[in-house]
């Protein structure tokens, strides 16, 4: 037998499933595609994470659009973090072109444009269904490590929590804890230090500051209601085909923060409310970050931590997360050890650092005996990428150089206007897109401030009052005094110094 039999029946051997799986394309040998020598990945092991990587224009793009549209086809809905803004052509069929009928022709696989159903999601002010989350949502815990704040603050953000569940007040948006922290050390500062302890103005102050940081980042934004139902991600179509979910945020690339705070309380919020999966063989969800680097760079320790904990645990939920990035370095040793399948595109080998980066990527895959993987790295064409994915029972396949099969969608992005329709025809957009700001911390605090202003005015009035009072009956008392002395005309006569004399002279005639 050839080698190129052997490795045509290693491939298929490792590529055939008992279960649902889908099809990424075709396995290639010495830069030729094996035409329907099938490169497939379980649906059933795709809670198990995964990595895109690949140089700048080498398709990671495209290849997370075919994943995604393949995992809507077998009915499993996606989420996706579209940062540069090129995903919205999901929602249209592609227009084909002479270069993928070529591809596919090669692959061994029909090509037939599609559209799917897509949700744009927002977390600013863009075109799209509102996100959004509140602070009470968060609690002290996941706030302080977005904040990333000392032991003392958090626990000063405890103590903030407890006194707002203590008093039903509700913290819905940044607004509201700016107006309590203020309050703990200014108009409440007494009814804080009985109930909970002093807490200082320093402390509030630093947890101030950086709430206005979050807050400069769009915050003030994202922080409120209408809440978000993560159960909305998970819709399935007429056609039993999931939603793709895409959350538009072009505009985040200098806010770090706002989106790292985003990505967590999005997977601490699927972590508490999704159930248990069984060994249903199926996703719930499968989550794309495309630019992954963005969250990792940015990351504190704590929220790196926090990350790392989500990931591996979020995958007995049955979601999968897969990291989009250009170089597997950007995501951490702890994450990228997590990760099942591994979608590599072509690495450039233009510095010294570069080779040595490829040949440890190199290192990271299964042992092949047909190709010299850190040389296949280096020769990858566009759309083209080394697979490695686990099979049912979890271990590695066959490594694959694969000729990837193209996005049955438009490769490009919606205009404005079709951008406009998709959200005219979102129901999504009718439940989220309402500006509501009901009675919160800040509007009850803020009456408390002013009842307490109102009893202390009410208070002193009563006081000055109390005093007139008191000094009037006191006028009253001395000028009753001084009119009995003064107005009573038989004591005015009476004790007239004319009269005392005549009295005195009287009694001293009688006593004589
Ligand atoms: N699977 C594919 N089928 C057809 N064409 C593809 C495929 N993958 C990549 N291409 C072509 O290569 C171009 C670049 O791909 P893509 O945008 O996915 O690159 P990228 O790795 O995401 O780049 P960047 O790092 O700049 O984001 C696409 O516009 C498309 O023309
Ligand atoms: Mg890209």
């Known amino acids: 037998m050839s080698k190129s039999d052997d490795f045509i029946r290693d491939i298929n051997a490792g590529n055939s499933f008992k279960g649902d799986y889908i099809t990424l394309g075709s396995a290639m040998l010495d830069g030729e595609t094996m035409t329907n020598t099938y490169v497939n990945v379980p649906l059933k092991t795709m809670n198990r994470h995964g990595l895109i990587a690949g140089a700048t224009g080498t398709g990671k793009t495209k290849t997370l659009q075919v994943l995604a549209e393949n995992l809507s086809e077998k009915g499993v809905p996606v989420l996706l ?19 993928i009928d070529e591809r596919h022709e090669k692959i061994g696989l029909p090509f037939k444009p599609k559209a799917f159903q897509v949700e744009v999601l927002t977390l600013s002010e863009q075109n799209g269904v509102r996100l959004r989350a509140t602070i ?9 490590r977005i904040l990333d704040v000392t032991e003392t603050q958090a626990g000063i953000i405890s103590v903030i929590f407890k006194y707002c569940d203590d008093n039903k007040l509700p913290l819905l948006d940044l607004k509201d804890f700016k107006k309590i922290l203020q309050y703990a050390t200014g108009d409440g500062k007494k009814e804080f230090e009985e109930s909970y302890g002093r807490i200082s103005t320093a402390s509030t102050g630093a947890i101030l500051r950086k709430l206005i940081e979050i807050e400069q980042q769009g915050g003030d934004l994202f922080f409120g209601e209408t809440s978000f139902d993560t159960q909305d991600l998970l819709r399935i179509d007429d056609e039993g085909r999931g939603y793709i979910n895409i959350i538009r945020l072009t505009d985040i690339q200098d806010k770090p923060k706002l989106f790292s705070t985003f990505m967590l309380s999005l997977l601490a919020e699927i972590y508490s409310t999704f159930p248990e999966q069984g060994d249903s063989g199926r996703p719930e969800l499968i989550m794309f970050i495309d630019e992954a680097h ?13 990350i790392e904990s989500i990931v591996k645990l979020i995958r007995s939920k049955g979601v999968g997360l897969y990291f989009v990035t250009q170089n597997p370095t950007d995501v951490p040793e702890a994450v990228l050890g997590q990760l099942g399948l591994k979608v590599q595109h072509a690495l450039r080998a233009f510095t010294a650092k570069d080779r040595k980066a490829i040949k440890l990527t190199a290192q990271n895959y299964p042992d092949t005996k047909y190709y010299d993987t850190a040389d296949v790295l280096t020769s990858l064409g566009i759309g083209e990428a080394l697979v490695s994915a686990l099979d049912e029972k979890g271990k590695p396949t066959p490594l694959a150089a694969t000729m990837m099969r193209a996005p049955m969608s438009r490769m490009d992005i919606l205009t404005e206007s079709e951008l406009s329709q998709l959200l005219a025809e979102s129901q999504l957009a009718k439940k989220y897109n309402k500006e509501i700001d009901r009675e919160s911390a800040y509007e009850m605090l803020n009456e408390k401030i002013e009842q307490a ?41 009476l004790s007239s110094p004319t009269v005392i004399r005549s009295v005195l002279g009287i009694l001293t005639k009688m006593l004589k």
């Not at 009470?136 to 302080?144: K, M, W």
Request: charged fraction near 35%.
């Open 81 to 99: 973090m579209d940062i540069k803004g090129d995903l919205s052509g999901l929602a249209k069929p592609s227009p084909g072109h002479p270069k």
């Open 136 to 144: 009470s949502e968060f609690g002290p815990v996941l706030i302080s």
């Open 294 to 306: 963005l969250i990792f760079n940015e990351a504190s320790d704590a929220l790196l931590n926090q």
């Open 453 to 493: 202003e109102v009893e202390e005015a009410k208070q002193k009035a009563k006081e000055e009052q109390e005093k007139l009072k008191r000094v009037e009956s006191k006028k009253r008392a001395t000028s009753t005094r001084r009119r009995s002395t003064r107005q009573n005309p038989i004591v005015k006569v």
